[in-house]
């Protein structure tokens, strides 16, 4: 089974922090995803990377970067907090192929007070 | 730019009785489409696709769904609901002239089924 694992289910974070939060995949996957979930919006896409060190701005970059150093991990870096990132994340992975699905982790619920 | 429409946030109905879930998509281009399903403290599942071949796709839990491409729609069906449906359902589209194979998602419905 494919498992994509993120490192924190819940964290808090004062505005203005540094915030990165970390997503590891175990099946070779070329592509990974970061969404954002929030009620009422569905999943918005923030950014991609279909390789290493390659990433792909998505519909709501602004105020994010990410790094992809190795093929498996894949972290989304919040710059700089503000409370309106307060949302839940979620990391995806797939092969490089048309037509194939997602495989979602649990997500990382992230409050900035 | 392709987009997804989910009508109904959330859809309450009794436990045995059918259900519709409604997906409609904003480009008659051809598109890959794709049901999820999140249930509550988790991450998205995938329930059923759409690539090709025969409009009718069959996915686990009893659901299915058909392709509509005059109407631009792909409804999610279950002729029998259980309690444990209960849950938020995501559909999605990929353009098939996308390279990069992102994944564009509808609102959500949220499926409550009561005893």
């Known amino acids: 089974d494919v498992k994509v694992t993120q490192s924190s289910r819940y964290l808090v974070k004062r505005t203005g922090e540094k915030v990165f939060l970390e997503c590891v995949q175990d099946?070779?996957?070329?592509?990974m995803f970061w969404y954002r979930q929030d009620p009422g919006l569905g999943l918005r896409l923030i950014y991609f990377?279909?390789?290493?060190?390659?990433?792909e701005k998505g519909d709501i970059p602004e105020g994010y970067s990410v790094s992809r150093e190795k093929k498996e991990r894949f972290s989304l870096i919040l710059e700089s907090a503000s409370t309106n990132q307060t949302s839940m994340y979620l990391c995806?992975?797939?092969?490089?192929?048309?037509?194939?699905?997602?495989?979602f982790g649990n997500g990382t619920r992230l409050t900035v007070t | 730019a392709q987009s997804v429409t989910q009508l109904d946030s959330q859809v309450p109905v009794f436990e045995e009785a059918p259900v519709e879930l409604r997906c409609n998509y904003s480009?008659?281009?051809?598109?890959?489409l794709f049901w999820y399903v999140q249930y509550p403290n988790q991450g998205l599942q995938l329930l059923l696709k759409?690539?090709?071949?025969?409009?009718l796709v069959k996915g686990i839990n009893g659901f299915e769904a058909e392709f509509n491409k005059s109407q631009t729609s792909f409804h999610l069906r279950k002729p029998s609901v259980h309690i444990s449906d209960t849950a938020e359902y995501f559909c999605?589209?990929?353009?098939?002239?996308?390279?990069?194979?992102?994944?564009?998602f509808g609102s959500g419905t949220r499926l409550l089924v009561r005893p």
């Open positions: 995806a992975s797939s092969y490089y192929r048309v037509g194939v699905p997602l495989h």
């Open positions: 099946m070779d996957h070329e592509n």
């Open positions: 990377s279909y390789d290493v060190k390659m990433k």
């Open positions: 480009s008659s281009v051809s598109v890959y």
């Open positions: 759409y690539l090709s071949g025969s409009t």
């Open positions: 999605a589209v990929s353009d098939r002239t996308d390279s990069s194979y992102k994944l564009i």
